[in-house]
């Protein structure tokens, strides 16, 4: 029986053709993937994805005219306007980044990314990293994320209003939503979670809605954001 699932419809942004067209191929060979839009920088992104509706995003950070970081800033706020359940309104961003631009993936996450990913992940993190996104979750299980955060984390504890107030939401939580927040900031999934804990996978997402309800947190990736600018979770931990 054919699969009747809808494709999931990826925009590439990076000012270099060479890897747009590298990635387009890659994505494309996939059954449920398709490359609906392509993009050299930012203000061209913005542009594409007014004019054509995509699932995920995957934004290069460092571009020429507009870079990655207000690119995913502006694209979401296009979204945020749109009616709820409109084509245009889930989009999601992955950022790719290298080692050495670590700060611009981390303020690309605080613009409303759902995760990063490193410009040289293996063929099928990428691949996972897409579907992953559009199903809801963020991008945070691959390793890439951690070492990021890991190498990014004294950049965190820059105090901010800001921090202060995720530092306050913090101590709000209850003592079971501590721990479920702590595994998250670790890159456990919800059934690692449940596992973990003895608890049922629909008490693990209870959990997580509440934690992110009391955070104002967007998704699972600004959650490990908060764990590390608040001190809940240590580089290499």
């Known amino acids: 029986m054919p699969d009747l699932s809808p494709l999931i419809r990826v925009a590439l942004v990076d000012d270099q053709q060479l890897v747009r067209s590298g990635f387009s191929m890659l994505i494309n060979s996939q059954p449920d993937l398709e490359v609906v839009a392509e993009a050299g920088n930012g203000i061209e992104a913005v542009q594409a994805l007014n004019a054509t509706a995509a699932d995920v995003v995957l934004m290069d950070v460092r571009m020429p005219g507009m870079d990655g970081i207000e690119a995913t800033r502006k694209i979401l706020e296009q979204a945020a306007t749109q009616p709820e359940g409109s084509q245009r309104a889930g989009v999601k961003i992955v950022v790719l980044t290298t080692f ?50 890991d190498h990014v984390a004294p950049l965190l504890r820059t105090q901010t209003p800001e921090q202060s107030g995720h530092a306050a939401a913090v101590e709000r939580l209850t003592a079971r939503e501590r721990e479920v927040f702590t595994l998250i900031a670790q890159g456990k999934s919800n059934p690692e979670i449940a596992a973990g804990l003895f608890l049922s996978e629909a008490t693990v997402k209870t959990h997580v809605g509440h934690i992110l309800a009391k955070l104002g947190a967007r998704d699972r990736v600004q959650i490990v954001v908060i764990a590390y600018e608040t001190g809940v979770v240590s580089p290499g931990l």
């Open 100 to 149: 050495d631009l670590d700060e611009y993936a981390l303020a690309a996450i605080r613009a409303g990314a759902s995760g990063f990913l490193l410009k040289d992940a293996p063929p099928e993190e990428l691949l996972e990293a897409i579907r992953t996104v559009y199903r809801g979750d963020a991008v945070i299980a691959p390793s890439t994320t951690r070492r990021l955060l």
